[in-house]
């Protein structure tokens, strides 16, 4: 199989991440749960994880780095708790629906206000109508680093200087970019940093979080056991057990520290220089088949993470994925991809999209093998 | 290290569950997020997880089984997901924080009444207080199948027989029995079943979940990606995707998977006999120790999980603890267990007390240095 689905999950992850997840399998107790030699790695564990995502991300601040199931669970998170009701709410069509069905129960439930800011005639997120949209009435601007349709990358510095014009708050979704391209949170004007672990950041299924600047409350989602102030009849107001109710997943944290290490001894520059690489070349190669479509803002976005969305005329993008699959064993993903605003603004709602997405353990062969793969339905199609 | 502390988490883990999580991390994709290989896998480990884990807790329906991220994510679901502004809610004195603090959220921001019924003289819950206490009125009974401080295991037919006399659901906490005792959600009555995967069933941390009776709706606590349905504004109706927004812990429920195998293999009765046979004799014999004052029912407990509950005149809960870790070598758990209001009812809220919890990999002779220790303690403070 040549996995072209890596937005989605990164199959491949270092021999180093599996070993530090089965290590810890055996060998730690519940952090904040005993004082004993298992549970006190428990708890180093989750410290020392914070620590290299923190750093990682570009927070100087530990100890603000919650650690959730995935990206989902961060961004419900910070959206429910950051957002009151009567609230307005600027967000993009970019976003996938861990942003979009959060800000919707909102406004059934709550009143709030949303508006989702569109794309302008380059498909480039429209800053000018982002700065329209963000009134001194908007508490929060929430705002995908990158699309996980298109890959296009968003200036988020641009987007936290009109926030924060504002006097709003910024939360990103850096799903699709942490691990991929740089993030600098601090660097950036982020306030709060959402991510996921099991993408290109290496990590097992299960981990991911937030980082939230200091100062910015958050009220939890979740209430529970904490380990520590067990007599409060609700969640401490110390951070981290603020938002982390319950055992925490020691297990894929073990394994989110080693790839987050991993990674850094690489360098995140070096990653993306590569599948920028290998984006660019299929992008081009692409486009130059007779009958595929692309999408996304190509030059003029402000750069890209490793993918390519894209349909062959003629086919619906479920009838191309499932060639790929069936006849040349590629994985490529077919659909809305959970970002239906961002189809609508492309005009292929109805019809889906192929995403081709690369890692960087994908290789110049597999995207060549790809791209002759399409090539050649192309033509059958063009044939037929 | 002679861990006492698998109330907390189990340390041991059977191999074939941790060679499950290693093998996953390198062949799962998504599930639900692309239709090839790997997706594919990571669909299929998920379906005979829910398949496995519904056959050992005794529900007909795999597709009422919703995975989270711990119990305490499940109860949190199932609690805010049932209960309503003004509702009544019935509960009792022995519940952990995951189950308290909700409910104490509830009561400050929904108007929500909460009843917390009390042990009766024998330290047993009290089942005429709970008979008065669930009326008509009472929407939702939410109800520990063991304490997690005393072991203490409660009659759960007799109150999902209240619970439903009165027209009530009755929700579960089975955190702490679920692998170490059997449970039989559809014999015994539960409307909604809360479980963790990591303690008596032996899986990895990361897991956990809920099922829940055929017909009971839950409103989604998380809101975000199902893979299905992309262009629905809400989580789609359809179980599970209703309560399981973003990217499953696939890696996590390979090994959940696998640990639910080995365990109904070796069969739970099988297993809460050998625990059994721990506990009492630990029970027994710390009885008989100067000093040692035990917590909980004893004898005139329906049944007991493989935990016991104590404190040594003279000595803080921590003190003994440490004492225990550094000189013996000992894990055991002191504090407050995160079960406030069962300390407030025993008596230790200020002491907490020393909890030793056993499990399936526990030996006797686990046990018997736990004990000698405990007498030469015991006798150094009688010394003093």
Known sequence: MIYLNCAATSLVRPPCVVDAVATAMTALGSSSRGTAEGDLAAARTALTCRMAVADLLGSSHPDRVIFTANATQALNTAIFGLVRAHDRVVTTVTEHNSVLRPLNVLARDADVEIEHVGLDVAHVLDYRALERAVTPATRVVVCSHAS???????????????????????????????????????????????????????????????????????????????????????????????LEAGTLNGHGLAGLEAAVRYLDERGVEAVAAYEERLRSRFARAARAIPGVVPYGAGDAAFGHTPVVALNLVGMTSSQLADVLASRYGIAARAGLHCAPLMHRALGT???GSVRFSFGQFTTEAEVDVALAALAEISAEEVRA
Chains 1, 2 share one sequence.
């Open 349 to 351: 709602i109805e019809t």
């Open 148 to 242: 996980n349709l298109t890959g296009d990358v968003v200036d988020i510095e641009r987007v936290a200087a009109i926030a924060h014009a504002a006097g709003a708050l910024l939360v990103v979704d850096a799903a699709q970019t942490a691990g991929n391209i740089p993030v600098d949170m601090e660097r950036m004007g982020i306030d709060v940093l959402c991510f996921t672990g099991h993408k290109a950041l290496l990590g097992p299924t299960g981990t991911g979080g937030l980082i939230a600047a200091p100062g910015i409350d958050i009220e939890p989602l979740l209430q529970g056991g904490t380990g520590v102030h067990s007599a409060d009849p609700f969640q401490p107001e110390a951070w981290p057990e603020h």
